[in-house]
């Protein structure tokens, strides 16, 4: 099933990888298999992300559970933030159209179909959950990316 932040994680395990010396079990991958792949150690149950350009592994969570709650936690900061806008592609001749409109002051912004939380109660939200789920984690492992473009209201 697909996550938020690129996760996927289908519900049967994969390949067995060994990496720095573990051995996991790939339960997904981050964008695509050829980028980064998670991994179940076998031993300890503790997830990674493995990077496969270069075998480096990051630690993510205590479990796949705790994995799962985090990444909970970012559909929910996500879902309740402002709907992402649209691409839009104009030509030349529209695009000078649309510009002549919005310096007449005659382009308003449309109205979002449901009103977005504020940042600051999203991330508190965030960090919580975060927090609750797996605090090791939060405060350092390759969620610190993540969780710093949450701060920076990057996502």
Known sequence: MDQPLGFTLPNEPG??????G???RVIGHVHSEAEFLIGEDTEDATVWV?????GALHPLN????RTARFLEAFGEYL???PPAAAPMVL???QAAERLALLRA?????????RPAVS?????????????GADPEAAAASWWSGPIEQAKDDLL
Not at 50 to 54: E, F, R, S
Not at 62 to 65: A, K, N, S, T
Not at 119 to 131: C, M, Y
């Open 15 to 20: 390949p067995r990888v060994a990496a720095a």
């Open 119 to 131: 940042h600051r109660v999203r991330l508190g939200r965030l960090l919580e959950a975060l927090e």
């Open 50 to 54: 493995l990077d496969v350009a270069d």
């Open 105 to 113: 002051g005659k382009v308003a912004p449309c109205a979002p179909a």
């Open 79 to 81: 879902r309740d933030g």
């Open 22 to 24: 573990r051995a996991l």
């Open 62 to 65: 205590r479990d796949r559970d």
């Open 91 to 93: 030509d030349a001749r």
